[in-house]
């Protein structure tokens, strides 16, 4: 009897799945694209569009450092790492201050971005939360771009990025959405 009590419950979801993975095998037009727009726009679109605008845009731009996704990436490996001239070499002086100032009211021993890096990836590391991230390219122009950002933990935000020397930069910009 408890058996076939759960049966239904059993059942029920997985008659969902067929029933969703054959309305979206249907055309293979329709699958097609919603497919490879999810999946391909946040790699490509940010890969072409660095590319094409700094060269007809403004110099001011990186070009060929793999773009402001590519740019975040490192930021966020170096400061889970932690690789503190790294992960500070892609901030802004004033996102610096500002996350030093926000640490270091509960942290008073946060006085410098090597400090706040090196802290931050302890904690990160102790509560075995992964820097596994869903990054979207929103906007690009050859001086700033925005990235809308979900961490698997749950969180998301805006990371506003502008050019800086040789890469992008995350700038003061920055906010924690949800």
């Given amino acids: 009897m408890p058996f076939t009590a759960r049966r239904p419950w059993m059942i029920a979801p997985l008659l969902c799945a067929v029933l969703l993975s054959g309305c979206s095998q249907g055309d293979p037009a329709d699958t097609a694209d919603p497919t490879s727009t999810?999946?391909?726009?946040?790699?490509?679109?940010?890969?072409?569009?660095?590319?094409?605008?700094?060269?007809?845009?403004?110099?001011?731009?990186?070009?060929?450092?793999?773009?402001?996704?590519a740019s975040f990436r490192t930021w966020l490996a170096a400061s889970r790492a932690p690789d503190a001239a790294t992960a500070c070499a892609y901030m802004t002086p004033e996102l610096t201050q500002r996350m030093i100032d926000e640490i270091g009211a509960v942290f008073p021993g946060i006085t410098d971005c090597p400090s706040m890096i090196e802290t931050t990836a302890a904690f990160y590391a102790a509560a075995g939360q992964s820097s596994e991230t869903l990054v979207e390219l929103r906007e690009q122009t050859a001086d700033s771009a925005v990235l809308h950002v979900t961490y698997s933990a749950g969180s998301c935000g805006l990371v506003v990025l502008q050019p800086g020397d040789g890469h992008w930069v995350l700038d003061e910009r920055s906010d924690e959405a949800c």
Avoid: H, Q
């Fill in 38 to 69: 999810p999946t391909a726009a946040p790699s490509t679109t940010p890969s072409a569009t660095p590319e094409a605008p700094p060269a007809e845009a403004e110099p001011a731009a990186p070009v060929g450092d793999g773009g402001p996704e």
